[in-house]
């Protein structure tokens, strides 16, 4: 939905004021995350809600490096050929640093690895396993990626049994090509989400749409109802922001009433949860009620009772 005739929008409407990071418990992240060599994906995508994450407790692990294989077109994430590297220490790192926050949920991201044999799927249920082993209690969230569609490399992840196993769509199919990598499909992605359900209906699924790319109220409709069609459960969508000149140009900052539709539109199709709002993102307050809600034996999310 471009505004004025598809004309770059250059000022940031209100509701799109960010705080500058900031607080104890910021800084501690900061100092615990140097202190292990780990990234997250809140400071490499430049994330918006980094102050309020952080300031949580909460933050998005990072796997396996900074430097991405893939170049999509949206993301503030270092692009580049890792060679094959991995630190084969990082899973113990991450279930260490996570002792020292005391959380009860995390989630667990990572850079497109097409360089490793298996998309670096052994390296996320590696990492998976480590934190069971160590905080029995804590609920895993896993951001995935597609492992370029290959069956044996999801199943790996899906066996180390995370509770949620994320994958985001992005956008919608028209703009695929122009927003992501090449390497990047949208029927792919849903096939990712599809096969996680094929493999263990008891895993919840989650996937996340950016909007203000120029899509339409109806594209984004399409793409809500494909994501269920595939037995997605959560749903998030959030006005994309570009993080350079480099980047994509933002076509409209949507306005928060159309994200309320969204939502409420993504409630009425079934999805368990759906957050939508100008600064939500994929891992927006991971360790939020809802999701622990969800997951914990009797939770209910939007009305429904649901127990696992």
Known sequence: MPTDGGAVLQRKPEWLKIRPPSGENYKHIKRALRAHDLHTVCEEARCPNVHECWGGGTATIMLMGGTCTRGCRFCAVTSGHPHGWLDPLEPWK????????????????????????????????????????????????????????????????VDAKPDVIGHNIETVERLTPKVRDRRANYHQSLAVLQNVKLMD????????????????????????????????????????????????????????????????????????????????????????????????????????????
């Open 94 to 157: 991450v279930a260490k640093v996570l002792g020292e926050w005391g959380l009860e949920y995390v989630v667990l991201t990572s850079v497109a690895r097409d360089d490793l044999a298996d998309g670096g799927a052994g390296h996320f249920a590696q990492t998976v396993r480590a934190i069971k082993e160590h905080h029995p209690k804590m609920l895993i969230e896993v951001l995935i990626p597609d492992f370029q569609g290959n069956i044996e490399s999801l199943k790996r992840v």
């Open 201 to 308: 209906p008891t895993r919840h699924t989650k996937s996340s749409i950016m909007v203000g790319l120029g899509e339409t109220e109806t594209e984004v409709m399409e793409t809500m109802r494909d994501l269920r069609s595939v037995g997605v459960d959560i749903l998030t969508v959030g006005q994309y922001l570009r993080p350079t000149q480099r980047h994509l140009e933002v076509r409209e900052y949507v306005h928060p009433d159309q994200f309320a539709r969204y939502e409420k539109l993504g409630e009425e199709m079934g999805f368990l949860y759906v957050a939508s709002g100008p600064l939500v993102r994929s891992s927006y307050r991971a360790g939020e009620f809802f999701l622990a809600g969800l997951l914990r034996e009797g939770g209910r999310v939007n009305g429904q009772e649901h127990r696992v």
